[in-house]
């Protein structure tokens, strides 16, 4: 069974810095591209950030320079280094798996939430 | 950047009502479309992935349609538990992008 587990969520101030993990079970993980989409409470999904297998790495314009998306194949696990935050980025902060080829996301854990405030 | 714009960003309907719900793209996405439903407090659930494919274990009441840049997720006749959000996203870009939602109500 494939399962996603974000943890490492909390309060921060403006200007902080937070990193978010995702554990990954159930499937080969290092085949997968694993990307964080946030929901800000009340708004709708947005995109944030992508990872390939392969490491490549991708991001929405409005984190791009403050987050940084890694993983470790070894121990299945996904990061998202998050500085410089700002109160917009306050949202609940989903890891998601590729259904290849399609780029659809099947698998979603369950969120790790962010808030960003003085 | 790819953007998406659904229509509408809200309805009213009844059980056993038809609704159809247009996701548009701002360039050619080809079929890189996906539908998605999401309940209160709940991920987003898989519907509908290259525009047409039912995922496995969705009922067969829900369709897609479309390629290019106008797309459509049709309800054939709404069933209590499918009144809900509904968000489609595009992944024809390494940037993926999702509309804005359609929530979908009780009338």
């Known amino acids: 069974e494939v399962q996603l587990l974000e943890s490492g969520g909390g309060l921060v101030q403006p200007g902080g810095s937070l990193r978010l993990s995702c554990a990954a079970s159930g499937f080969t993980f290092s085949r997968y591209g694993i990307s964080w989409v946030r929901q800000a409470p009340g708004k709708g999904l947005e995109w944030v950030s992508a990872i390939s297998g392969s490491g490549d790495t991708y991001y929405t314009d409005s984190v791009k320079g403050r987050f940084t998306i890694s993983r470790d194949n070894s121990n299945n696990m996904l990061y998202l280094q998050m500085s410089s935050l700002r109160p917009e980025d306050t949202a609940l902060y989903y890891c998601?798996?590729?259904?290849?080829?399609?780029?659809?996301?099947?698998?979603w854990g369950q969120g790790t939430l962010v808030t960003v405030s003085s | 950047d790819i953007q998406m714009t659904q229509s509408p960003s809200s309805l009213s309907a009844s059980v056993g009502d038809r609704v159809t719900i247009t996701c548009r793209a701002s360039?050619?996405?080809?079929?890189?479309l996906s539908w998605y439903q999401q309940k209160p407090g709940k991920a987003p659930k898989l519907l509908i992935y290259?525009?047409?494919s039912l995922q496995s274990g969705v009922p067969s009441r829900f369709s897609g349609s479309g390629s290019g840049t106008d797309f459509t997720l049709t309800i054939s006749s709404l069933q209590p538990d499918d009144f809900a959000t509904y968000y489609c996203?595009?992944?024809?870009?390494?940037?993926?992008?999702f509309g804005q939602g359609t929530r979908l109500g009780i009338k």
């Open positions: 996203q595009q992944s024809y870009s390494l940037h993926y992008s």
């Open positions: 290259t525009a047409s």
């Open positions: 360039q050619n996405i080809d079929k890189f």
């Open positions: 998601a798996r590729d259904l290849l080829p399609s780029g659809s996301y099947l698998y």
